[in-house]
């Protein structure tokens, strides 16, 4: 019985957050007000205050096109898995040169059912036509992703930016960190240039 007791006990605590953990996530919405390197965004019911760590970055996505996404490039692409397990593009954002490796990797995301995330390079075939759309290859240190992209499909790209661009009204995506007792935390800000909705 003890041995019972114990064993549960054990799984109990496996199943919690060592404490001071922290957990990432992902907050999309609309900046109300930036006090200092405090950051409060307007979400779907609420307001978020996300505290923005010392030397935080800031990086607008403006709107790009397909020609620009030519072999060698590096990109991030969100995905939605169709019934016959291809994966359609949701949107695809374009990396400057000094942000090459960023996430890469494939793995699943919170766009879209089943939704995924592949970061990686523009593969030397660039992108193929099919009668779908337009197919990407994106390859990654462990492996490659076919991912079809139509004409329709967002396609940003991101430029260097500066505290300056979060002005109220911007649209925003910020990965932020959650502390144990719920704090908000980000060292980057996504911010939609002219108007611009970040679509990952």
Do not use: W
Not at 57 to 71: C, F, I, Q, Y
Not at 87 to 105: K, N, S
């Amino acid at each position: 019985m003890k041995r019972v007791t114990l064993l549960l006990s054990l799984l109990a605590i496996s199943a919690v957050p060592a404490f001071g953990q922290e957990s990432t996530s992902r907050i999309r919405g609309t900046i109300v007000s930036v006090e200092g390197n405090l950051l409060t965004v307007a979400t779907a019911g609420e307001n978020r205050r996300i505290t923005l760590t010392d030397g935080f970055r800031v990086v607008s996505v403006v709107t790009s096109d397909l020609a620009k996404l030519v072999p060698g490039t590096f990109v991030g692409c969100a995905a939605s898995t169709e019934p016959d397990g291809s994966l359609r593009a949701i949107e695809v954002h374009i990396f400057p040169e000094a942000m090459r490796g960023t996430g890469e990797g494939h793995r699943p995301y919170d766009l879209g059912p089943q939704g995924t995330m592949t970061n990686g390079t523009v593969d030397t075939s660039g992108l193929v036509e099919s009668t779908t759309g337009h197919v990407l290859t994106l390859k990654y240190k462990d492996g490659e992703k076919k991912i079809i992209v139509s004409k329709d499909t967002p396609i940003v790209a991101y430029e260097a930016a500066d505290a300056k661009a979060l002005v109220p009204g911007a649209h925003v995506y910020v990965i932020v960190q959650r502390a144990a007792d719920g704090a908000l935390s980000a060292a980057r800000v996504n911010v939609g240039k002219n108007g611009l909705v970040p679509p990952m």
